[in-house]
């Protein structure tokens, strides 16, 4: 068994971590609307602290709730009638052997066009007094220690970075000692007041801003020497955030791992307390080498704890094969409703009671998956660890299903990473896999199955437009079998992420594209198309959205707009209007009564997410 260096014990003020490993905060959205913590709060964090976690910091905690901005359900931190949910749970998470750190957060500008530029003194101090009294309520839960945010932007992080805080006075940004200033007196007064034996004080700052008079790494340094002397006892270093490059805080997959690792190393320098890295860090080895490099102390881990809660334990217990990983998918970013798994690739991710752990019943009976993809793949592992004996059956040659043609554009690489998970548990569980070859009905009728889970996919809708027959498949562009040759004018029908990814890779490749979406640019759409509406933008795709198509000629999209028809010049037309279940399959299945389950894009169609959690409910629920 590997001897990790992050799974040593560490001091951090008066506490000692069993492990080297923290879950840095993630604002989870599953608190009341009026700031109580939850059980499925507290059911969440415990996930993560039974799996060997040594350090829990919640998602942000607002010190002030009469903010004009303080996130939608996170847990609230100004009034004593939240101490018993505070109190409960730190007591659950050492009851589960992790310590706990609860963070002080005020948004400050982010949200709001209140700026701190505009603050008086007095709103300075009345804020100080705030950050002062949650940490004093936070101490009165149980909690070890509190965790001073200065990172990503927030009020704090305002008043620290020369790109937002042009104030003139003592608390400027004209040098270090000013812009620290706001941080430091909050500090020392939870220092002074509140810190002792049993109650830390910890600080998450950027190292970075990268925004243009931002926050930089010197700067950064050189504020931490301030913040230890006001009595930081460890420092977690990220980077970007809400008024900069929300990529920057959470890479989105198109960084490679520990890509802000360097921060970390370079506050390391200035400091004498422990450093806490942060950014995509997923792999064991990565994370062992960093801190035998002396780059860093700890490993702050957020996104990679969600996908995989047991990270700690399974490295611990040499079951390395068995983590999940994050994929940078960018899906944590939405808020789910309860019942509904936040996480790609974790089917239980904020839905903790779900879990009804191992039923191990399957009794060797003999189940049959059909279709490779997420939803197939997680029935199957599923299926295997209850005792089922299982087979999956994929007509391609590989498995992955639609996840390997959307990992094809530049920055979707990490996708490929679900699948090397499936991919280690078939071998581990003595999955069969029959691939390269369409099985019928019949066939899998013939092997008598105990259940059929069917997860055939989908196939690409064709609307009703004239001329659509000359359209070509989106998946065939992404496969590589559409040549786009330098200069063709290309228009893409459908500016849904697949849409928009699929652009902006034939863009890459030397055409010109436009994209014609018929619904109006939604400013509320999820953080994924967001940023595949960024990229494809910033690669110089035209995206057209409220553009009804009419008809595609020999060399034209015909479209209708509010403002009259339109023709856009195409050389080539791509088709990417959604999708339909390909049910053929089930159907048959079904008419020779047998006990079928179709789950993913076979039932409707679907994200990652949620054909990760049909196929783990369907197959946990098989009696
Ligand atoms: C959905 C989401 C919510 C986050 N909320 C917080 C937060 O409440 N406080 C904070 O300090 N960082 C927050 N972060 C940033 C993470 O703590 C972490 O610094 C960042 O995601 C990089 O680490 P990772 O690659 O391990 O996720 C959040 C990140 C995500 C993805």
Redesign the pocket.
């Known amino acids: 068994m590997r001897k990790y260096s992050f799974l040593e014990p560490i001091t951090v003020g008066h506490m000692t971590l069993k492990n080297r490993v923290v879950m840095?905060?993630?604002?989870r959205h599953i608190a009341t609307a009026d700031g109580f913590i939850t059980e499925r709060y507290c059911r969440h964090y415990r996930a993560a602290a039974e799996g060997g976690t040594a350090l829990i910091i919640p998602?942000?905690m607002a010190v002030d709730s009469t903010w004009p901005y303080i996130s939608n359900n996170q847990p609230w931190l100004d009034d004593d009638k939240f101490l018993p949910g505070l109190t409960r749970f730190a007591a659950e998470m050492h009851a589960a052997g992790a310590k706990v750190a609860y963070?002080l957060?005020c948004s400050g500008l982010a949200g709001t066009t209140r700026s701190i530029d505009d603050f008086t003194l007095a709103d300075i101090a009345r804020l100080q007094q705030k950050y002062l009294e949650a940490a004093r309520r936070c101490k009165q839960a149980g909690a070890d220690a509190v965790e001073f945010?200065i990172?990503?932007t927030y009020l704090p992080g305002q008043f620290l970075s020369p790109a937002w805080n042009h104030r003139k006075d003592q608390y400027g940004a004209d040098c270090v000692e000013n812009a620290t200033r706001f941080s430091v007196e909050c500090m020392e007064q939870i220092r002074d007041k509140l810190c002792d034996a049993h109650f830390d004080l910890l600080v998450?700052i950027n190292g970075a801003d990268f925004v243009t008079g931002g926050v930089t790494p010197q700067w950064s340094a050189a504020a931490c020497s301030l913040l230890e002397q006001a009595g930081a006892a460890m420092f977690t270093v990220?980077g970007g955030g809400a008024l900069a490059k929300i990529t920057d805080?959470?890479?989105d997959g198109h960084r490679p791992e520990g890509w802000k690792v360097y921060l970390a190393e370079e506050i390391r320098k200035q400091v004498h307390v422990p450093v806490a890295a942060?950014?995509?860090?997923r792999h064991y080895d990565y994370a062992d080498r960093i801190i035998r490099e002396g780059k860093c102390d700890l490993i702050?881990?957020?996104?990679?704890l969600f996908a995989e809660p047991a990270w700690v334990q399974k490295a611990a217990e040499g079951r390395e094969d068995e983590a999940r990983r994050?994929i940078s998918c960018m899906f944590?970013?939405t808020s789910v409703p309860e019942g509904v798994a936040g996480c790609s690739v974790n089917p239980y991710a904020k839905r903790e009671k779900d879990d009804p752990g191992v039923v191990k019943n399957g009794a060797g009976r003999r189940v049959a998956v059909v279709g490779a993809g997420p939803a197939g793949l997680e029935a199957a592992y599923r299926l295997a660890l209850r005792g089922f004996d299982v087979t999956i059956y994929e007509k391609d040659s590989a498995i992955g299903g639609l996840t390997r043609l959307a990992a094809v554009p530049d920055g979707k690489q990490k996708l490929l990473w679900l699948a090397d998970y499936y991919a280690r548990q078939i071998s581990r569980l003595g999955i069969h896999l029959a691939l390269g070859r369409a099985v019928s009905a019949e066939e899998i009728a013939a092997t008598h199955p105990y259940a059929v889970f069917v997860a055939t996919g989908s196939q690409e809708l064709t609307p009703p437009i004239d001329g659509i027959a000359r359209a070509k498949s989106v998946r065939a562009l992404l496969r590589g079998e559409i040549a786009c040759k330098p200069g063709a004018r290309m228009v893409v029908l459908g500016g849904g992420l697949t849409g928009l990814e699929a652009a902006r890779l034939a863009q890459t490749q030397g055409c010109a594209v436009t994209v014609l979406e018929m619904l109006p640019e939604n400013p509320g759409a999820n953080l994924e198309t967001k940023l595949a509406l960024g990229y494809a933008r910033t690669a110089g795709v035209s995206v057209r959205y409220g553009h009804k198509v009419l008809a595609v000629t020999p060399d034209a999209v015909l479209a209708e707009t509010n403002d009259g028809d339109c023709t856009v010049d195409a050389d080539e037309v791509i088709l990417a209007m959604g999708l339909r279940p390909d049910n053929a399959l089930a159907q048959q299945l079904e008419q020779k009564q047998l006990r079928v389950y179709r789950i993913g894009d076979c039932d409707h169609a679907v994200k990652i997410s949620s054909a990760v959690q049909s196929g783990c409910d369907a197959a946990q629920a098989l009696q």
């Open positions: 840095t905060a993630m604002a998602g942000i963070q957060w945010h990172a990503h998450k990220n805080m959470s890479d942060c950014g995509s860090i702050a881990i957020a996104r990679g994050c944590c970013f």
